[in-house]
């Protein structure tokens, strides 16, 4: 038993409902009691389908459980074929019915229907929303091509070098982070080099589009999570060789080029050059008409414009699922000049290569799916910008530091109406404009602190920034994106029983008392005119500094002494 | 247990009018869209905020009060979840153990919490882990500092707001004696959660008029209990407390039976309820609520004309489908088409159902896909609905209106019958302004 505030995933149904609602022609009949048809809120709301999710919800209740649930199976089975007249039908179970054992799978089976009946059987107890999701695609994927798996030895024939290579994209879900407009992103680039898209799935694909699968040349795993299970067991079973960079960020996507270059044995050396070849920065008329799919992305000499040197060093903590906290920390750092001051994921079954990461920057990764957790390692590393999904978008809130969503889970907000890849020449567009954003202007940030007594220059301000942190007022309610407007006094939470002041980031000034230590009047006045984002550390460096060495006053001299011992 | 057909209610407590036995009612039993009881936790804890809601249940309970909630992120909340691993299916023992442990470790976290609430979830029914026994077993070591308490708020004995049917019934044994010696004095207790501007706005027309004392239940803390007994005098202000209120009068308390205070006609009638039990003239009930009813009218009279003639579908949710229905035909000149409701507990809904135009059509249970037939058949002007099923039907070119709008929003009362008004105003006027 775990206790449990926040979750970043939904039980493993809700990712197989995330695999049937992104495709066409497939219904999921869920056994499931009636509480559980919320999940189709998620996507009717979060995502504004115009279309419920094609899954009927047996919903049995207390009185139906000594009678005959297996027959209520049956019931929604049969109305639901008749009435959606599916492709293929997709048949499980959620936790409640798990335990009554009525193995619906098995059922729908048994009943004879003129469609394919794929039966999931994802135990609810153990496992998790993303891997339900993995888990459905790969035994949809399965149980129609199993019979048109060539017998073991047999040799995949050579493409034809006459004809374009194909691929097949794989992994694009409902209620993913952006997948709508990295499809976009993903075809333009493959059409760059001359690769010829074959199927796109499960995202608007239909149970007979999955039958071509096999046509491809190679599979690209754009989302490991979800892709990953079934591209494996493509590459074993039709010798589809698997592209696994997954190309958010300029280098990424270079590094894609590169590798589909290699799998499908075609030279991309003209794209890859492109890539590097200009700016972008000239506001020539004749290159604006041109530049309408320039094969390149304005972030690197956005990057390397003086503008961003204000950049260097920003301290950036991630968090997210382990293919965007993965791609997130490769930006941050070798493409804006961050400093990585801590990452992780809620993705244990990635844990391995982001931990990979996180040593490489001198860290220990967050493997954590308890978001307190991971709020007190973001209040400890005190980062100036946080990457995170919506819950780290709250965390980030209250303790006052910018935030940008990079990742699942997502509200309403993070679909948005514009064109906003992640991938790609213009994801990194998007990128560099979504991260920056959040983030004080350069000469600004100057501004404020060398005049930090400006009265205008209240605490918190940050200038072009309507979002001002305001430490001593609790966090207001976001726009709630499920739509539930009114809940009352959203602030009594915050102030009755939220994290002790101390534990965030911001103005809290006080002594330091669990190290014994002081701070002299000149001392706090000193240190409050360091700007309120990196106080906290400051204070908690100081404090330590002068424990360490039996200092019982901070004076301003203390402080300066501990800031020329420990740097930034 | 109220989702028995409402045939089943025991007919001897059935007020004297009822013409409405023979009101045809559909009842279906296919797939139902409606929350469960533990989506009470997300209101329940904003208006007792000394209470602690603990889940005990699975990732999908856990992932079902986060999503009702909207992920309203504040703070840390006042409600989580135990979620169940493999490892307590295994035994039943170790469950408890288990329990226990995320209780002290809660407990530790949180000494602010006064009221601990062990929420029950299917999961943990099925698995048939006692709740009463562990509360009983952690109060001995926690209370009085911490009381814990348990209900159910599971998908397969409650829907929606019948959460809060459960959690104030868990509260009912536990509330003070009324003290003898007050004999059978009247006291007037509210049964139902209103928003705290509501509440107030009542106490002050109640104390005008002279009935007292008041007290609210809930409370506003939990650690506040109302007292009841014989004397007490029950008039409820939401219509799904057929739990509570039984527990209540098995205590001694008294129902004031009555029609729900939304819209005027219906605090009207609400107010006059009590003020008849405390036998208050006509003329200072009348000089009581006159300048609330003209407010009320004059903000009302605004919407009644956008709304009149217009047609009404209701699919069931929030169990207030009735007393909703009841308003908008009789108050805002509304044609029903259907008014579709989770359960009907004759009881609480009489007063109502006796007040709905003749050869109303009444559907209690549900047959989701059947049901949106009907309603795109009808194609009505506004369709009250669950948020999975809101976007869908504006996509079809129907207004909608979602019903946990209608249960989080401070709406009874005179002063909120004008912003009940405009709640089903607002869509359509919304697509009326717009032209894209
Ligand atoms: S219906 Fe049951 S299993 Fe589903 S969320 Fe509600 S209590 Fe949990």
Partial sequence: MELTLWTYEGPPHVGTMRIATAMEGVHYVLHAPQGDTYAD?????????????????????????????????????????????????????????????????????????????????????????????????????????????????????????????????????????????????????????????????????????????????????????IALTACKWLERSFKQPIVKTVPIGVGATRDFITEIGEVAGIDVSSALRRSKAETLGSWNAARISSSATPGASRLPWYSRSVDSTYL??????????????????????????????????????????????????????????????????????????????QMER????????????????????????????????????????????????????????????????????????????HQAEPINAEPVAVGASTAAEPNADAKAMGLAPEASLGTSLGTGAETGVSWTVDGIAELKKIPFFVRGKVKRNTEKFASDRGISSITVDTLYEAKAAIGK | MALEPCTKSPTATLPAATATAELPVLRERGQREVFCGLTGIVWLHRKMQDAFFLVVGSRTCAHLVQSAAGVMIFAEPRFGTAILGERDLAGLADANEELERVVEELLVRRPDISTLFLVGSCPSEVIKLDLAKAAEKLNHRHFPKTRVLNYS?????????????????????????????????????????????????????????????????????????????????????????????????RRGAELLPSPYPFGIEGTTAWLRTAAEAWEIDDAQFEAAIAPSVTRAKLGLDRYRALLSGRKAFLFPDSQLEIPLARFLSRECGMELIEVGTPYIDRKLMDAEIALLPEGTSLSEGQDVEKQLDRCREARPDITVCGLGLANPLEAEGLSTKWSIELVFSPLHGYDQAGDLAELFVRSSERRRRLSV
């Fill in chain 1, 41 to 225: 809120l998620l996507f009717t709301m979060i995502e504004r389908r115009d279309h419920r999710p094609p899954v009927s919800y047996t919903t049995f209740q207390a009185r139906d459980l000594g009678g005959d649930t297996a027959e209520m199976v049956k019931t929604s089975v049969r109305e639901a074929y008749e009435r959606f007249k599916p492709q293929v039908m997709l048949v499980g179970e959620s936790c409640t019915a798990e335990l009554i054992q009525d193995q619906p799978g098995s059922l729908a089976k048994s009943m004879n229907l003129p469609v394919p009946v794929v039966s999931l059987e994802l135990p609810a107890y153990s496992k998790k929303e993303n891997w339900g999701a993995s888990e459905t695609l790969y035994h949809l994927v399965r149980s129609l091509l199993l019979s048109k798996v060539p017998p073991p030895g047999t040799i995949r024939p050579e493409r034809d070098p006459a004809i374009r290579p194909k691929a097949n994209i794989i992994g694009p879900t409902a209620l993913g982070f952006r997948c709508r407009d990295d499809i976009q992103e993903v075809i333009k680039l493959l059409a760059d080099i001359g690769v010829d898209v074959n199927v796109i799935a499960p995202m608007g694909a239909t149970p007979s589009d999955l039958l071509r699968i096999p046509d491809a040349d190679f599979n690209i795993c754009l989302y490991p999570e």
């Fill in chain 1, 312 to 389: 260097t060093g920003k301290r950036v903590f991630i968090f997210g699922d382990a293919t965007h906290a993965i791609a997130a920390a490769r930006i941050a750092t070798e493409e804006l000049g961050f400093t990585l001051v801590g990452i992780g994921t809620y993705s244990r079954e990635f844990a391995r290569q982001v931990r990979a990461v996180a040593a490489d920057h001198g860290l220990e990764a967050v493997i954590s799916d308890d978001y307190l957790a991971v709020e007190a390692a973001v209040a400890e590393a005190a980062p100036e910008l946080v990457l995170g999904t």
């Fill in chain 1, 394 to 469: 709250h965390i980030a809130k209250r303790l006052g530091i910018p935030c940008a969503v990079i990742s699942t889970p997502i509200h309403v907000q993070d679909v948005p109406a514009r064109y906003s890849p992640q991938m790609g020449w213009e994801g990194a567009n998007v990128i560099f404009d979504d991260w920056v954003h959040p983030l004080m202007m350069g000469l600004e940030e100057h501004l404020i602190g060398m005049f930090r007594e400006d009265f205008e220059f209240a605490e918190g301000h940050m200038s072009h920034l309507h979002t001002a942190p």
């Fill in chain 2, 153 to 249: 708020g599971s998908g397969i004995e409650t829907t929606f707001t019948q959460g809060e049917d459960t959690c104030l019934a868990s509260m009912v044994p536990v509330l003070p004696e009324k003290p003898p010696e007050t004999g059978e004095t009247a006291e007037l207790l509210i049964v139902g959660s209103l928003a705290d501007v509501v509440e107030d706005q009542f106490t002050r027309l109640f104390n005008k008029m002279g009935i007292g004392p008041v007290a609210f239940f809930p409370p506003r803390r939990a650690a506040n209990l109302p007292r009841v007994g014989k004397g007490t005098k029950l008039l409820v202000a939401q219509p799904f407390l057929s739990e509570t209120v039984r527990l209540l009068m």
